[in-house]
């Protein structure tokens, strides 16, 4: 089986910085994408930014400038570095990993972290 659990949510007031893992434990041998998606109560979940295996990243525009996606492959974990952050960062974000490979568990498939909760208020 594979888990994702997330760490690093938290409050934090606007302006500041908070930094995200999640961690995919399992026998797993390669993990084709990561990524963090956000969900607001009564709202569609959200991509927030997404990496590949080789690196390659995309964000979603509302925090281009401000957030970093980084992956260590070695260790099947993926970072979110949030800077300047907005009220409007509010959100419970959840980890993602995308096309799993590995032992015990069926090839390709998708999982889904439980969420952490982040909050931005004064």
């Known amino acids: 089986q594979v888990q994702l659990v997330e760490s690093g949510g938290g409050l934090v007031q606007p302006g500041g910085s908070l930094r995200l893992s999640c961690a995919a434990s399992?026998?797993?041998?390669?993990?084709?994408?990561m990524g963090w998606y956000r969900q607001v109560s009564g709202k569609q979940r959200e991509l927030v930014a997404a990496i590949r295996s080789g690196g390659s990243t995309n964000y979603a525009d509302s925090v281009k400038g401000r957030f970093t996606i980084s992956r260590d492959n070695a260790k099947n974990t993926v970072y979110l570095q949030m800077n300047s952050l907005k009220p409007e960062d509010t959100a419970v974000y959840y980890c993602?990993?995308?096309?799993?490979?590995?032992?015990?568990?069926?090839?390709?498939?998708?999982?889904w972290g439980k969420g952490t909760l982040v909050t931005v208020s004064s």
């Open positions: 399992g026998s797993i041998f390669s993990i084709n994408a």
């Open positions: 993602n990993a995308v096309g799993v490979l590995g032992v015990g568990f069926p090839p390709g498939m998708d999982y």
